[in-house]
């Protein structure tokens, strides 16, 4: 998304008619502002590396400003070049890192880098920018020319090579640098301080704060572990459920003796495959990790009877499923017990359409708990048990 949103950003200003020079100098610190809000949240959703990249374009753009500012344009031009160069090269060396935080010694040492560079920069544009017979001599021997052609070759080896370590290790600070690489690989088209220049890394910055966001969302909604919808998600949920819909309750059988018996990384391999198992049993229903051992299903539109159904297919698949354990030959079985109940039965005690959904689950958790009692590996409907609360089957004699 964020590579995608840089080159579309391309496209657009490539194809409007926007001036050459800025309206106002306020706009030169848009970028800043914006750039410098995504690097705080790069530095608050634990993402160095987007961070470490986030800084480098702060400080290529502000080099960038002066060198249009300090020097004429075919300096700029060869100056842009060396940027771009050394800009690719801290790139890769930043993706071949480990992921470490900011105050480690590899977080350290890349401060220390950048910043080192920075005075260099400073000093070398400071000597340029009083050298009378700089541009003279740059446009005499071509050099731009030799400098833009060897960025390219540059600017495409670090992109497949960042596309390269995503395919491997596809994290949010390596989309990141993906995206923040397209931004600088494209400025050659933008120099001078116009408006196309500002907007470019303005929406790259504002590109990666909505990507660090989308990511902190993903965090706080899902399961690493199964890959379904985490409590907080299903909370959210149950805010806007209203209308027909049935809930499930599934608990793992006997899953603590299953822990103690083979060890927490088996228990974690159960969970995944009960989790990828319910993905591909009930591809349309709403999935969740409701805690622990325990899972939920809620089921929209459908009443208790015809999401008990459902599971007890999906319980009869489970029971046929087995796991071979990691150290040694034993196969694990799996089995879940079910407790169902739906939005009639939520409403029984409370009139609030808001609270029905909890009042579902308080249901269905009492369902499984009986399932439990009954010997587990079965799903019992709640509506079975209100059913038989009222109509108890008495022994009489005459």
Known sequence: MLTLGVFATNAAIQSLSLPAQLPSHVFHYAPLMVLGLAALMALQFKQPKAFFALLLLVVTYIALIFMSVCLVPSAERAGFSLIALLFNVNLIVLVSQPEREILSRTGLFNLGVITGQCVWGAIVMYEAAKWSYFSTLVASINLHVALNLFTLLISASTLLFLIYRIRQVPTVSHLSLIG??????????????????TLLFSLTGFFTALLLLEHSRKMAYWDS???????????????????????????????????????????????????????????????????????????????AEQAATKMEKVRQHIVQTSLQHARSEAQIKMTISVGISDSMLGSLRTDKDEDAGYEAIYQADNALYHAKKKGRNQVVNAASIIKSAFNPVCPCSL
């Open 180 to 197: 923040v690489c397209a931004c600088v690989n494209s400025l050659s088209f933008y120099l001078g301080g116009g408006v196309g220049f």
């Open 225 to 303: 572990l199964t890959g379904l919808q985490s409590r907080r998600a299903l909370d959210a949920k149950l805010q806007f459920l209203n209308g027909q819909f049935a809930i499930a309750m599934v608990d793992i059988d006997h899953f603590k003796k299953l822990n103690d018996q083979y060890g927490h990384q088996c228990g974690d391999t159960v969970l995944t495959t009960l989790g990828k198992e319910l993905r591909a049993q009930l591809p349309k229903e709403h999935l969740y990790r409701y805690g622990g051992e325990e899972f939920m299903v809620i089921f929209v539109g459908l009443n």
